[in-house]
Antibody
């Protein structure tokens, strides 16, 4: 069964950095676009970024553009999200998600807390 | 990049049918047939229930159906059941290559 597992969440200060990782298994990772989606406590889903199956195309939400970088290593079946200049508004659960037009495989999420 | 507009809450009695709307613009919902819907129970991970406006993934009940007209997509749930009580989110591909989620709708089964 296709699965993705996130790691790397934690506590950071405003202005700080964190790097999230996602490990994929049981599917052809290099054939799928991958997303990061986040959810602030008690709030709705918020799309963050997407990377194409081969890594050549990357798109970001305006709220994170210039601060976050999405990348992937198809040989290792991993997806990363480098987060810099963190803001308190970046606090939430970050999900790694498979898909292009549909987001059909979600991880359990990793929690990021930005607080002084 | 404003979120797609959904009603905050919708309710219905068991067995009834309800519809959730998702309103965007000609740059997202109206541009492509790439609207998907997700169900999220409290404390759980979101689950895909509709993709490409009206297609259902394997294992999703036929009670869930999707449609689109212009810049508004809709999710219908027929034969409402207690387990349908959850939050529902629409999502659309945009002309910028980004994705946009809806504001979310809380469904209550009375």
């Amino acid at each position: 069964q296709a699965q993705v597992v996130e790691s790397g969440g934690g506590v950071a200060q405003p202005g700080g950095s964190l790097r999230l990782s996602c490990s994929a298994s049981e599917f052809s990772f290099g054939s799928y676009a991958m997303h990061w989606v986040r959810q602030a406590p008690g709030k709705g889903l918020d799309w963050v970024a997407v990377i194409s199956y081969d890594g050549t195309n990357k798109y970001y939400a305006d709220s994170v553009k210039g601060r976050f970088t999405i990348s992937r290593d198809n040989s290792r079946k991993t997806l990363d999200l480098q987060m810099t200049s963190l803001k308190t508004a970046d606090t939430g659960v970050y999900y790694c998600v498979r898909g292009h037009d549909r987001m059909d495989v979600w991880g359990q999420g990793t929690t990021v807390t930005v607080s002084s | 990049q404003s979120a797609l507009t959904q009603p905050a809450s919708v309710s219905g009695s068991p067995g009834q049918s309800i519809t959730i709307s998702c309103t965007g613009t000609s740059s997202d919902v109206g541009a492509y047939d790439y609207v998907s819907w997700y169900q999220q129970h409290p404390g759980r991970v979101p689950q895909l229930i509709i993709y490409d406006v009206s297609d259902r993934p394997s294992g999703i009940s036929h009670r869930f159906s999707g449609s689109k007209s212009g810049n508004t997509a809709s999710l219908a749930i027929s034969g409402l059941q207690a387990d349908d009580e959850a939050d529902y989110y629409c999502c659309s591909y945009t002309t910028s290559g980004t994705r946009l989620f809806g504001t979310g709708t809380k469904v209550t089964v009375l």
